[in-house]
């Protein structure tokens, strides 16, 4: 099993910056992609950037050139640099990692809890 472990959300005036963190733990053999995902209210949840094995990184078109996705000091941990914040951002933000586990023949999928993350205009 992996557990994943999101800090970072809050509040924050539009325009200013806000970091996410994620930390996966647990029976981890090797992680296929990183990645964050959003839901606002009443919206479905959707991708927001997401980093894989090979480094290659993908950002949805509302936040590239504002958001960064990189890999963190610490090991199986990813960061969303939140820069420009806009009102549109508001959501709930979930942590998504797609992993192996050892003694498993698939990846499987996680999710975090979700951590909230509101812009005032």
């Known amino acids: 099993q992996v557990q994943l472990v999101e800090s970072g959300g809050g509040l924050v005036q539009a325009g200013g910056p806000l970091r996410l963190s994620c930390a996966a733990s647990?029976?981890?053999?090797?992680?296929?992609?990183m990645g964050w995902y959003r839901q606002a209210p009443g919206k479905q949840r959707e991708l927001v950037a997401i980093i894989t094995s090979g480094d290659r990184i993908n950002y949805s078109d509302s936040v590239k050139d504002r958001f960064i996705i990189s890999r963190g000091n610490a090991k199986n941990s990813v960061i969303l640099q939140m820069n420009s914040a806009k009102p549109e951002d508001t959501a709930v933000y979930y942590c998504n990692v797609v992993a192996l586990s050892y003694g498993s023949t698939r990846y499987v999928e996680y999710w975090g809890q979700g951590t909230q993350v509101t812009v005032s205009s």
């Open positions: 647990g029976n981890i053999f090797s992680i296929n992609t």
